[in-house]
């Protein structure tokens, strides 16, 4: 039995995937729920088990094909009685009866179409496509077909230099090609003049309403008439590079966040030799012995901690309720850039680590970010969020917030400067942290406050213990 595998909504309202690579070829014997092909989606790359044992017989969209959610992407030739991942349940008559009424019906046989003879033009339409266990319109465009009228040929004016006009054949009308750069002229007397270096715009037609005919241009030719200048533009190498996938998605999003909220961003430089200090320690204890300890962590604990401190900087905007929801729980975005584009995975209910436990959870996230397999549930409900530009040698920078939320840190390169130690002048590790945050929600005395008890944190490390 042929069965045919059609691309799913991997839970994140998708209408369309980008096939990434397949795992198999026809001919190859699959297992139920054997990885078969990688989809890359609007905000990661997912792979796709196979619901059936069998044997595939058809690849049916290429590698960089994008697919429609619906559409078959791969056939599997099953055996009676094989065996069968659970799969999705039916389609309701209900659903099925929506979505045949939501396929646009042909007009009557012998009716005139919307749009001919002067009647308002066609909207478009657009097929129903069924998503998951719903019906959405779907990426299929149709328009109804356009029937002949009787009596009434279907392209009236297929030929105009054959129209009759009081019994002869009126001169054929000159079209908005034509008159391009001010000059009446058919395009096969432009390529004419092109061809015999005769500059058009120098001459007088001879022609109906003053078009210029061939035989002026070739009048033109015989007397000399000044060539045409040619002025070839020099040729530019470049590039171009499909905006899609999480690129697309990452640059929608940042769009749509720098023209909703009104940012501010904050900058605080700060002597941060005691958090390296730390840092190293951390490192020989027992506990941290399988992880990765780097200044980040002590970053991310100082947040956590400052948000304990001052909640309304963990919030969203309600624009529908009019409302500012304030977050009780806090679920760490951290800003990682991958081959595909910026993502930004959230460590959840980050609050509640300790802080070996937050050391594991971000090493989990940066390695997984890094390696493209992100999973779309793990950049969702992020509500706060830290990017870290000193890893590209950066000292500072005006980050614009992750959508739903109300406010990113920015942590600048750690690097050796002169600072003033009780009063003398002194080589010390430092950084600048840059806070951006949405003024509706976050007025200037709490951004400045969550900066500056974040920079207390990092520059002297026991107000981590003092304050959590």
């Known amino acids: 039995m042929r069965r045919e595998f059609k691309l799913p909504d991997v839970g994140e309202g998708l209408t ?4 990434v690579r397949w795992h198999v070829e026809a001919g190859d014997a699959v297992k139920v729920n054997q990885i078969v092909v990688e989809i890359e989606t609007a ?5 796709l088990p196979i619901p059936w044992d069998g044997v595939v017989a058809d690849l049916l969209a290429e590698a960089g094909q994008t697919v429609d959610v619906g559409a078959p992407i791969i056939a599997v030739e099953t055996s009676e009685g094989a065996e069968t991942s659970q799969e999705a349940p039916a389609v309701p008559e209900e659903t099925k009866a929506l979505a045949e009424d939501l396929v646009p019906t042909p007009p009557a046989e012998g009716a ?5 003879h002067g009647s308002p033009a066609p909207k478009e339409e657009r097929q129903a496509v069924l998503v998951g266990y719903g019906v959405k319109t779907g990426a299929t465009k149709r328009r109804p077909r356009k029937p002949q009228v009787p009596g009434i040929p279907a392209n009236p004016v297929a030929n105009p230099s054959r129209v009759e006009v009081d019994g002869g054949p009126a001169p054929a009308p000159v079209t908005p090609a034509a008159r391009r750069a001010g ?28 078009s210029i005919t061939r035989a002026d241009v070739h009048a033109a030719a015989q007397a000399g008439a000044p060539p045409v200048a040619e002025a070839a533009a020099p040729e530019r190498p470049e590039e171009r590079i499909p905006v899609k996938g999480v690129r697309r998605m990452t640059a929608q999003a940042m769009v749509a966040s720098a023209f909703t909220a009104p940012h501010v961003t904050e900058f605080l430089q700060l002597d941060v030799t005691n958090t390296m200090e730390t840092v190293r320690r951390l490192r ?16 991310a604990k100082a947040v956590l901690t400052a948000v304990k401190r001052h909640p ?34 959230n ?31 793990e950049m969702a409900g992020g509500t706060f969020t830290i990017t870290n530009v ?20 920015a942590v600048g390169q750690i690097r050796d400067m002169p600072w003033v130690v009780d009063g003398e002048l002194a080589v010390r590790k430092v950084t600048t942290l840059a806070l951006s945050f949405d003024h509706r929600i976050v007025d200037g005395e709490l951004g400045s406050m969550f900066l500056r008890d974040v920079g207390d944190m990092l520059e002297d490390p026991l107000h981590l213990l003092a304050w959590s």
């Not at 000292?395 to 990113?408: K, Q, R, S, Y």
């Open 16 to 19: 369309e995937a980008e096939i």
């Open 312 to 345: 309304m900087i963990n919030s969203s905007w309600d624009e529908a309720a009019q409302e500012i929801v304030v977050k009780r729980y806090v679920n760490l975005g951290i800003a990682a850039a991958t081959p595909r584009g910026l993502v930004v995975p």
């Open 43 to 47: 905000k990661s790359i997912v792979e």
């Open 183 to 210: 000059v009446l002229a058919k395009p096969p007397v432009r390529k004419l003049a092109k061809d015999l270096g005769v500059d058009l715009s120098a001459l007088t037609g001879t022609g109906p309403e003053g």
């Open 347 to 377: 460590v959840k209910d980050a609050h509640a680590l300790s802080l070996p436990e937050l050391a594991g959870r971000l090493a989990e996230l940066t390695e997984t970010a890094r390696a493209g397999r992100t999973q779309p549930a």
């Open 112 to 116: 005139v179409e919307p749009g001919a």
């Open 284 to 299: 020989t204890f027992r506990d941290f012995a399988d992880v990765k300890v780097s200044p980040l962590l002590l970053v």
């Open 390 to 409: 000193g890893v590209f040698g950066v000292d500072a920078g005006t980050p614009i917030l992750n959508p739903g939320e109300a406010a990113i840190l």
